[in-house]
């Protein structure tokens, strides 16, 4: 048989926002998570711990529409397995980066992520790259700077961890987008968690520490959220173009400075609350303009 053909295009940039921003607050969490674990266990065990969820999770959601095999033929398979060992190594070099920086010294750095996306969109994909997005990207970075005004004195090694890692998440939104051209979101789902499993299964278990419950309770709550955050980005970029939900990344920032604080206590001051705010203003500038944008071509093409 050959493969299930993906669902026909959607384009609900409104949707896709809403995707986008609960994928980042997903995130946000997950690496709150692994910044405290990070300290006791090996990278290996906890990405090959994460991915044995998230095939689990994965398992679960394919089986009411159709099942594993049905969701595993893809149209793409090499640019599917290359999509998932990008991820894998894009999120051991951020866990990598938290062991060495601040929750939101790393975020901040990755930030620049969105606006790798727009290059990598308009070269590679074709997305139409207008003025107002490029704006309110803009906007979001200016606002991510004058959260980390004072952060970088030194160029000291381990900055180069999240700006690598920032590299690779660009890269790996783009073949996202790329991969639902041909595939459903389930079948890159699908992909994401199988791959990534069996490329750590070659590392996870050689440095294992045997949690305690505790542990467990903490790695297991990591992979669901890392799970759930992937799907809500691959449903996103269903939903939307990769340039058109790239503002809302940076709410990953908000959420960063509030588990910082929590978590960890670290307090955001008045530059990081000014930062936030023009991010989140650059998001709901980008939404409008989205908004207008569809309804004006809606009513041209009725």
């Known amino acids: 048989m050959s ?6 295009r959607r384009n609900n940039t409104s949707l896709g926002a809403l995707y986008t921003v609960f994928a980042m607050m997903a995130f946000a969490s997950m690496d709150a998570i692994s910044k405290w674990l990070v300290a006791d266990y090996a990278i290996g065990q906890m990405m090959w711990i ?15 529409r159709g099942g594993l095999r049905v969701a595993a033929r893809s149209r793409r398979p090499w640019l599917q397995t290359t999509r998932a060992l990008i991820a894998v190594v894009e999120s051991a070099v951020f866990v990598l980066a938290f062991r060495y920086l601040p929750l939101a010294d ?22 139409r790259v207008g003025p ?3 704006l309110a990207v803009l906007a979001g970075f200016a ?3 004058l959260i ?3 952060g970088f004195r030194a160029l000291d090694w381990p900055l180069l961890i999240p700006v690598a890692g920032a590299v690779l998440w660009g890269g790996y939104q783009i073949l996202v987008r790329l991969c639902a051209r041909d595939d459903s979101p389930d079948t890159t789902l699908v992909w994401s968690a199988f791959v990534a499993f069996a490329a750590t299964t070659f590392f996870g278990p050689w440095h294992w520490l045997w949690p305690d419950a505790a542990g467990w309770a903490l790695l297991v709550a990591v992979a669901l959220l890392g799970a759930v955050a992937h799907y809500a980005l691959i449903r996103a970029l269903d939903y939307a173009e990769a340039g058109a939900v790239q503002p809302y990344s940076y709410t ?6 509030v588990l910082g604080a929590l978590v960890f206590g670290d307090i955001p001051d008045g530059w990081t609350v000014m930062g936030a705010a023009v991010i989140v203003a650059s998001g709901l500038y980008a939404w409008q303009y989205d908004r207008r944008e569809t309804r004006r071509a809606a009513s041209l093409a009725g």
């Open 50 to 64: 994460r991915y044995a969820v998230f095939c689990l999770f994965a398992w679960l959601v394919v089986q009411r």
């Open 132 to 134: 107002a997005r490029w």
């Open 3 to 8: 493969p299930p053909a993906p669902a026909p």
């Open 148 to 150: 980390v005004r004072p």
């Open 252 to 257: 990953l920032l908000v959420w960063a400075a």
């Open 143 to 145: 606002g991510m700077l």
């Open 106 to 127: 790393t975020h901040a750095i990755a930030a620049a992520s969105p606006l790798i996306v727009i290059a990598l969109g308009a070269a590679f994909l074709g997305e």
